[in-house]
């Protein structure tokens, strides 16, 4: 297969586009793709302090170089959940550290058990993706808020944004269908804008992109992720992209052009939030998703509300 | 595996619901699933005349005995459509009318070549199940409309409506979203009410039901709907399900409570119709599908009104 623009051997098919790209020629389609989902959903400018947080894992890791790239100068944050099975926290942060010392960019590192005492590991009988998630998000939240950093970037690609979209869907989860976007603005003091620039680009093109550009990464997931019910989703949606090229992306592109079918839900839900009794945070219950976790009483999480449920204990 | 009423031995294990049911309580069970149906989604009376579309397949066929022994009294309506590869429209008939003959039901056989002079196969280069379907269902209402019924059902299971939600939702088809529903009032003089009493029941139920019930029927799929994309869709929901039980469930139900969401859709999609140019019936272009259809202007099908486009010529 030929490159479709300058005809040097291909190194990826782009099905849904019905076209090969050589390495070089791919190269600026992942920039180009990356700056058109920061333009078009009016993410962040140059001007504006950019955080992004990184896992050590190629999406963010490559989202990192492509904004260092496009000369958005970002800074990067890494949070240490203390997951020490297989040293995955351990080895996460030797990949991110030596990935930002090759490159001279700024890293911020933060870990859970100097926030709390604890890593994810010691609480309850088992470490569950959505607490994790919910931790994770509030330190990065804090940090990006208390850093005065404008913006909060993440990895998220268009396969996880398909994936999570196929399950709000499944389960007509329409306040998450309500507030899922790829730019979401801090609508509360206490809350940073979050974006996703590589929502335009599959797993498989991010994946491509940090291995051209001879990028080290820790490619083993979260020994706790196994059967994760997104993975499951992505699955069966590349099963779909399999048979009509595309599906992913239309799928994503067109909720987001039906967005306005859930506004009444987002306002209901922006209405009817109060503020933790705790920490002051937004929250739809006495004690927001953190402080119930802080305190203990992980039986009954309650309501979370996603993106908004950072507290300052 | 025992029944979970009687402890007989079980004869399916329905895992949605964690239980097992022996042959008895099966069959109770699936009677008390449509008769729920029927009331929950006011489909129709016992006053009502009842038209059954019937193809010869375990659905339709189910129902069609299911109503009957519910009281309904129910007339069937085959509808010929003239595919004669494998003899399938044959068969299909004989099927049909040695379950009429055995049950003493009244069946009504209509044929595509008796109202338009050819069949399915003699139109275009293949066989194309949007096209099919199109016509079977003006073919199907104009009857039903004819004839005085109140209302025509159709075999419809839980599958397939999951299956077609999926495939709606994964497009954003927001027209069709607003349109699916359990029952579909006539709101039109030309239109009559639509009614899928199986839509609690899973095609695996509803397949049992008529194996045991020792109903003969025609267990070939259509020669042509070989690779139909509603088919990938039910295989993914099945994968789904098979993690989670009662996810098909859930999803329809969940959209049914949701729809709502559509209203705004539905009402400016009627209140856009206007009538054919030839035949009167309700329809978004000059022309409705089947008179398109009929004219030979194959290329340019336009934007059919589902359940709704059917003419008199």
């Not at 302090?49 to 490559?62: F, N, Q, T, W």
């Not at 010691?122 to 994790?132: A, D, N």
Request: hydrophobic share 35%.
């Amino acid at each position: 297969m030929k490159c479709k623009v300058c005809k040097r051997p291909a190194v990826i098919n782009l099905r849904a586009q019905n076209r090969g790209l050589c390495e070089g020629c791919f190269d600026r389609y992942v920039l180009d793709r990356v700056e058109k989902a920061i333009k078009r959903f009016k993410m962040f400018t140059r001007k504006e302090k950019v955080l992004v947080a990184v896992s050590g894992g190629k999406d963010s890791l490559g989202l990192w170089d492509i904004l260092a790239r496009l000369g958005y100068n970002p800074t990067g944050l890494f949070v240490d959940m203390g997951i020490h099975r297989h040293g995955h926290s351990e080895r996460s942060r030797k990949v991110v550290e030596a990935f930002a010392r090759s490159r001279g960019l700024e890293l911020i590192v933060e870990s859970l058990a100097d926030w709390w005492g604890k890593g994810i590991e010691e609480i309850g009988r088992r470490v569950l993706c959505p607490t994790c998630g919910m931790a994770k998000r509030y330190l990065t939240n804090r940090t990006a808020v208390e850093g005065g950093f404008h913006v909060l970037c993440t990895g998220h690609n268009l396969d996880d944004e398909a994936a999570v979209l196929l399950s709000n869907t499944l389960n007509w989860q329409v306040g998450y269908l309500a507030r899922q976007s790829p730019v979401l603005e801090a609508w509360h003091p206490r809350l940073t804008r979050k974006a996703k620039p590589l929502v335009l680009l599959t797993e498989r093109e991010s994946a491509l992109y940090t291995i051209l550009r001879g990028i080290e990464y820790m490619d083993e997931p979260c020994p706790y992720s196994r059967g994760a019910t997104t993975l499951v989703y992505k699955r069966l949606l590349n099963q779909v992209e399999w048979r009509s090229p595309g599906t992913k992306q239309r799928f994503y592109t067109l909720f987001l052009k039906n967005k306005g079918l859930f506004e009444g839900v987002a306002r209901e839900e922006r209405e009817g939030l109060k503020e933790c009794e705790r920490c002051g945070q937004p929250t739809w219950e006495g004690l927001c998703a953190f402080c119930r976790f802080v305190e203990g009483s992980h039986g009954d999480r309650g309501r979370e509300v996603p993106e908004g449920d950072q507290v300052r204990p």
